[in-house]
């Protein structure tokens, strides 16, 4: 009996055995109720995007016009590394020109100033080593007038004896009276010479009284010269402190340098030929080791779920998390009110950083002041069948009534 040329081939069968449905069927059922159990037991954290800035703790340093001028040179841009003492900026200014010119005559008259006051001591000195010398001649000169004038006091006695003796001897007759009358003479020209010797004696007393009062007035104007000169000194130094602060002048320009070795974060003065006034800010610097904080720009739609010390996921632009990982942080500090945003309205707020290096090939670089990337608040966690059922609740918030019915008496 041949075959039925509709017949299908034995190997050929029209629906899968009995054991493959049934094996499917139960792969696909327990597929599904896993699905529903991870619904309501698997939860993801729920986060806030927003972008985020790395600023120092504490703010950068103004690098500021310390005169009126046009810039003529830029030699940095923003978020550049510079070392201390670098020139960043040149500014020419006409008033610098003026300032050197005043430096000149302060620091001239600085040197006038100090001369005359070597000049004064000098002087002072001299003259107070010639008084002492003065002085200690008269003295000298008293010692020896008081030594004549006991040299005297003693001729003046023995002749005043003699002449006693000889005016008895005239008296008695025994002597004559030219005799007599000569030991009167030789007494009254020792009692001259005498009054002589102590008349110059009280002028080198009065000679030595002089000097001292003198030494002592000089020494009072000394005084009140070097006061006088000192507090001019201290006048035009003060003065040259203040000009030395215009550090590299060159003619009329002024260079000016960075202060500490860091980055430059924000840069006020991008081109040449920008008109400057005094104490006009021309860049900001962090200087190197300061610590950073993650500056974020939340959007409003978050804030109600935002506060401080949530955990923050942060992602660099400059580190790729895909390449280098999550960086982590937390949240220190939440702005009260919103303030105008790259992209609208936002609510700043501060980031600490859980690591100020990220690794790079088993290396760690350190993050710099001015990078920029994304950060993940994260807010809580919640449930795969919440996300689920999450347009459901929207709808029915629409759909919902107006506002609660106030009672008319509580108005």
């Known amino acids: 009996m041949s075959p039925s040329p509709n017949a299908h081939p034995p190997f050929m069968q029209d629906s899968p055995p009995l054991w493959a449905a049934r094996a499917l069927s139960t792969v696909l059922l327990a597929l599904f109720v896993v699905a529903i159990v991870a619904l309501f037991v698997v939860r993801v954290p729920e986060t806030v995007i927003a972008s985020f800035i790395l600023t120092p703790v504490r703010d ?30 040149v500014v020419a200014s006409e008033l610098v020109g ?105 002028d080198a007393r009065n000679a030595m009284a002089r000097i001292t009062f003198e030494m002592a007035s000089r020494t009072a104007a000394y005084a009140e010269t070097e006061r006088a000169i000192g507090e001019e000194l201290t006048t035009y ?63 409003e739609r978050g804030l109600a779920l935002v506060h401080i010390g949530q955990p ?21 500090w939440l702005s009260p009110a919103s303030s105008a945003g790259p992209r609208g309205p936002a609510f700043r707020a501060f980031a600490e950083l859980g690591a100020d290096t990220v690794g790079v090939q088993g290396t760690p670089r350190s993050v710099l002041p001015g990078m ?22 929207q709808m029915r918030e629409s759909l919902s009534a107006g506002p609660p019915h106030v009672p008319a008496g509580s108005r």
């Open 312 to 332: 923050v996921k942060l992602l660099y632009d400059a580190f790729p998390y895909e390449r280098y990982g999550v960086q982590y942080g937390t949240l220190t």
């Open 60 to 89: 950068a340093d103004p690098i500021k016009a310390l005169h009126p001028g046009i810039v003529s040179q830029v030699n940095v841009v923003e978020a550049q590394v510079v070392r201390e003492h670098d020139l960043l900026f």
């Open 98 to 202: 003026d300032r050197m010119s005043e430096r000149r005559t302060v620091d001239a008259r600085l040197a006038g100033g100090n001369n005359r006051q070597a000049n004064e001591k000098v002087k002072y000195e001299n003259q107070q080593r010639a008084d002492e010398q003065e002085r200690q001649r008269l003295e000298q000169r008293l010692v020896a007038l008081q030594r004549q004038a006991d040299v005297k006091q003693r001729e003046l006695s023995l002749t005043e004896d003699i002449s006693s003796r000889r005016t008895r001897e005239f008296d008695q007759g025994v002597l004559s009276a030219v005799d007599a009358n000569r030991a009167k003479l030789e007494v009254e020209k020792l009692a001259g010479e005498l009054e002589v010797i102590r008349a110059a004696m009280v």
């Open 237 to 299: 130094k003060a003065r040259k402190g203040v000009l030395d602060q215009d550090r590299l002048r060159d003619g009329n320009t002024l260079s000016v340098e960075a202060p500490c070795a860091g980055t430059v974060v924000t840069l006020h003065v991008r081109n040449p030929g920008t008109v400057v006034d005094e104490g006009d800010p021309l860049a900001q610097l962090v200087c190197a080791g300061q610590p950073l904080q993650a500056e974020l720009q939340l959007p």
């Open 372 to 393: 920029t990337g994304r950060a993940a608040v994260v807010v809580g966690q919640r449930t795969l069948v919440s996300y689920a059922l999450e347009p459901l609740r």
